[in-house]
C-alpha cells in the first residue's frame, strides 16, 4: 500500500460522506425554508460526492491488475471533481460561501477544504505517479 493510494483513499471517502454530514441537517435538506427544487439539487450535490468518491476507490482498488497512469489519472479526477465544482458554485448568481441559517465558519470553504483536498490529490498523484514510473 502506496503513499499515494493511501492520500487518494481519503479524499475520496472524505468526498463520499462529507456532504452528508455537511447538509444532511436543518440548515440543508431539512430546512422547511427551502423549496423542494432546491433541496432536489442539495440531494443530487450529496449523491455527487457520494459518486465521485466511490468511483475513486474503484479506479485505486478494484482492478485485479496493476494500477496504470490511466487509472491514476481516472481516480484522481474523480478524486477532484466535487471540489472544483464547488470552488465554481459561488459564481452562480446569488451564491454565496455562507448560509445565513448557519454558523459562520472561520474561512470560506475554498480556504477550508477545497484547496486542502486538492492539494492531497496533487500530493497523492504525484506519489504514486512516481511509484508508477
Do not use: C
Not at 475520496?12 to 433541496?39: R, V
Not at 466535487?82 to 448557519?102: G, R
Not at 465558519?105 to 477550508?112: E, Y
Amino acid at each position: 500500500m502506496s503513499a499515494g493510494k493511501i492520500i487518494l483513499t481519503a479524499t475520496a471517502l472524505f468526498t463520499a460522506i462529507s456532504p452528508f454530514g455537511a447538509d444532511w441537517n436543518e440548515t440543508h435538506i431539512h430546512n422547511p425554508n427551502w423549496p423542494p427544487h432546491a433541496k432536489f439539487h442539495n440531494g443530487q450535490t450529496m449523491s455527487m460526492g457520494a459518486a465521485l468518491g466511490l468511483s475513486t476507490l474503484a479506479s485505486l482498488w478494484l482492478r485485479r491488475t496493476e494500477l496504470s497512469h490511466d487509472r491514476l489519472l481516472a481516480a484522481t479526477t474523480a478524486a477532484s471533481l466535487y471540489w472544483i465544482t464547488q470552488a465554481s458554485a459561488v459564481l452562480y448568481p446569488d451564491a454565496d460561501f455562507y448560509d445565513p441559517e448557519a454558523p459562520r465558519l472561520p474561512a470560506n470553504q475554498i480556504v477550508l477544504f477545497v484547496l486542502p483536498i486538492l492539494g492531497l490529490n496533487a500530493a497523492g498523484y504525484a506519489l504514486e505517479r512516481r511509484r508508477l514510473r
